[in-house]
């Protein structure tokens, strides 16, 4: 079972930016996927990005955030800029091998009005 660690949330006024790191414990392929999702309080969790063998954003982060990754460091990230009070949420980190998925223990992420 792979380990996934987070960091990098915390609070910040809106129009700010803040960027996630998600450390995985095993070497990752660049075909395998990581991505970034995020749960608001009494919300289903949503899928933010995520990149594989291709990469997505979400319609609602498009042009915001970035996901990136670097392999030689198992670790993929999440820059956001121009927060708004909507982005925030508890963010997750997962890690797609195959028909599993693992996920981080999250981090949150409050943007201040």
């Known amino acids: 079972q792979v380990q996934l660690v987070e960091s990098g949330g915390g609070l910040v006024q809106a129009g700010g930016s803040l960027r996630l790191s998600c450390a995985a414990s095993r070497t990752i392929l660049s075909f395998n996927t990581m991505g970034w999702y995020r749960q608001a309080p009494g919300e289903q969790r949503e899928l933010v990005a995520s990149r594989g063998g291709r990469t997505y954003y979400a319609d609602s982060v498009r042009g915001r955030f970035t996901i990136s990754r670097d392999n030689a460091k198992n670790t993929v990230y999440l820059q956001m800029n121009s927060l708004k009070p909507e982005d925030t949420a508890v963010y997750y980190c997962?890690?797609?091998?195959?028909?599993?998925?693992?996920w981080g223990q999250g981090t949150q992420v409050t943007v201040s009005s």
């Open positions: 997962s890690l797609t091998i195959g028909l599993s998925t693992s």
